[in-house]
């Protein structure tokens, strides 16, 4: 069971893939809108450029959420990443350009781009209200919470899309109507607490992909193992992610395969959805970094 996991050197970088679904009529009308442009100074261009991204095709997007409030990312594919967070990178260098005798691929950074351990973390769904879906969520949490046996647990909670603003939560999982080509969008980790975000996309022809108890718990899995750091196990498969392995954000979890080509992983990005699991990889690279704690 080879399997490529890494993390993503940058705290503040968000990925996604795959895709989920939902009952339409309770969506709030403003999670329908992605407003999108693709003109950007030196400074956006240069910084893109350490994140793998690739200038001809990234765009800039905002996302408005449940209770209308919004927020702006650069999206190239399946990858994106906070506007207002872009300037930070300005002092970093890429990897290319950092002493080597750092033996970096020895190392994980995870203070930079981990949740913090030993804890539970509440994440909200908000409108997921179909059968297959609450029970392809009970499955991801116990699978979660029992296979990895990890420091960090979750705990699930059910709520309406007008509860979004009000509702505290560690993560959300909500709805957008359009996100381009991606049918789901995931935040990394960042300020020592997993990513924030998960949005999914209710376009008919992709909740066609994910329309069963399977499929539904292999999309939330991968999502949430984004939001706990992981990137995809093949992502050899994906150019712009090639360049950032080469040049700049992804680390090898020690113990895991190197390839970047493993499909069996539940991290895999170009398979489609199915009735997988976690795999011994998967497990690996979870207690790696978050500690394992049997129950």
């Avoid at 990178?89 to 005798?101: N, V």
């Avoid at 930079?112 to 909200?124: E, Q």
Wanted: charged share 20%.
């Amino acid at each position: 069971m080879n399997f490529f996991l890494k993390t993503v050197l940058i705290s503040l970088s968000v990925m996604s893939i795959f895709s989920c679904e939902k009952d339409n009529s309770n969506i709030a009308e403003g999670a329908t809108e992605v407003k999108n442009e693709n003109v950007f100074s030196n400074r956006e261009q240069a910084n893109l450029e350490k994140l793998g991204f690739d200038l001809t095709t990234t765009i800039k997007s905002t996302i408005t959420f449940p209770d209308n409030s919004t927020k702006e990312y650069y999206v190239d594919g399946d990858t994106k990443f906070p506007v207002n967070e872009l300037s930070k990178l300005d002092a970093i260098l890429p990897l290319t350009e950092i002493d080597a005798s750092t033996e970096l691929n020895e190392k994980l950074f995870s203070a930079l781009n981990l949740a913090g351990g030993n804890r539970v973390y509440t994440i909200a769904f908000f409108d997921f209200n179909q059968q297959y879906q609450r029970q392809a969520i009970g499955q991801t949490i116990w699978a979660f919470n029992t296979i990895l046996d990890t420091s960090v647990q979750l705990k699930a909670v059910f709520a309406n899309g007008n509860q979004f603003g009000t509702l505290k939560r560690d993560i959300s999982v909500s709805y957008v109507y359009d996100i381009g080509p991606a049918k789901a969008i995931a935040d990394f980790p960042i300020n020592n607490m997993p990513g924030k975000n998960i949005v999914v996309s209710y376009k008919p022809d992709i909740v066609a992909t994910y329309n069963t108890v399977g499929k539904f718990r292999n999309l939330m899995m991968h999502e949430i193992g984004h939001t706990f750091g992981l990137v995809h196990s093949d992502y050899k498969a994906f150019p712009a992610e090639v360049t950032e392995a080469e040049g700049f954000g992804i680390k090898h979890i020690p113990g895991t395969d190197d390839s970047g080509l493993d499909l069996n992983s539940i991290m895999s990005g170009s398979l489609e959805l199915g009735d997988r699991w976690y795999t011994n990889q998967d497990i690996v690279a979870m207690r790696y970094l978050y500690g394992y704690v049997p129950r």
